[in-house]
């Protein structure tokens, strides 16, 4: 329960870059932007941000990715199921990255 609340803010932050950035989008250009620059950069920080501040969690990727599946049906079409695992992969390694600098800080 402890690791849930210490996802809480970073996920919150990843819940507004899945939700609301979309909003943005106005034409295919500006949405292959939002989807392989924007939405993965800021999933990248947040988790290397978590990853130093709580070491590594393999539950904080799966989380990530289950957070980006309402959008796929809500802002998307059928050919973007495939970032749910870039993003899930995208934390993972951020939270891995993280995880290097955080033992090196102890």
Do not use: E, H
Request: with cysteine; glycine share 6%.
């Amino acid at each position: 329960m402890k690791k849930l609340r210490n996802m809480i803010p970073y996920l919150a932050v990843i819940m507004l870059d899945f939700y609301l950035l979309p909003f943005l989008i106005r034409d295919t250009g500006s949405a292959m932007l939002m989807l392989l620059v924007v939405v993965p950069l800021i999933c990248f920080v947040c988790s290397l941000v978590y990853g130093i501040k709580n070491s590594f969690c393999s539950a904080y990727a799966i989380v990530v990715a289950v957070l980006f599946i309402p959008t796929i049906l809500i802002f998307y079409n059928s050919t973007a199921w495939v970032y749910i695992f870039g993003y899930g992969a995208i934390a993972l390694v951020g939270n891995a990255i993280g995880m290097m600098f955080s033992k090196r800080r102890k």
